[in-house]
């Protein structure tokens, strides 16, 4: 089994940064794709950011120039900077990851994390 744990979420006033981190564990052959995305309450969740292998990123619209997504492959792990943070910003953020096991290598998994709250106060 995979693991996705995420961390670096909490409170922050509009204005200010919070990095979030998440790391991927288990039987693990490859990493494809790693990114972020977000649902905020009463909303669908909806992609932040992303990162593949070759470390072409892709954001969505209203994070672009605040927003910071990378990776390192030696650690299975994909950070994402937030700076300049809104209270729109404010939901849960998960990590999402599409991995090839070792005990299944012609297949890609869809994983996700637990997710994380990040708030942003107005």
């Known amino acids: 089994q995979v693991q996705l744990v995420e961390s670096g979420g909490g409170l922050v006033q509009a204005g200010g940064s919070l990095r979030l981190s998440c790391a991927a564990s288990?039987?693990?052959?490859?990493?494809?794709?790693m990114g972020w995305y977000r649902q905020a309450p009463g909303k669908q969740r909806e992609l932040v950011a992303t990162i593949t292998s070759g470390r072409s990123t892709n954001y969505a619209d209203s994070v672009k120039g605040r927003f910071t997504i990378s990776s390192d492959s030696t650690k299975n792990t994909v950070y994402l900077q937030m700076n300049s943070l809104k209270p729109e910003d404010t939901a849960v953020y998960y990590c999402n990851a599409k991995i090839t096991f070792t005990w299944s290598t012609d297949n890609v998994y869809n994983k996700w994390g637990q997710g994380t709250q990040v708030t942003a106060s107005s």
């Open positions: 288990g039987s693990i052959f490859s990493i494809n794709d």
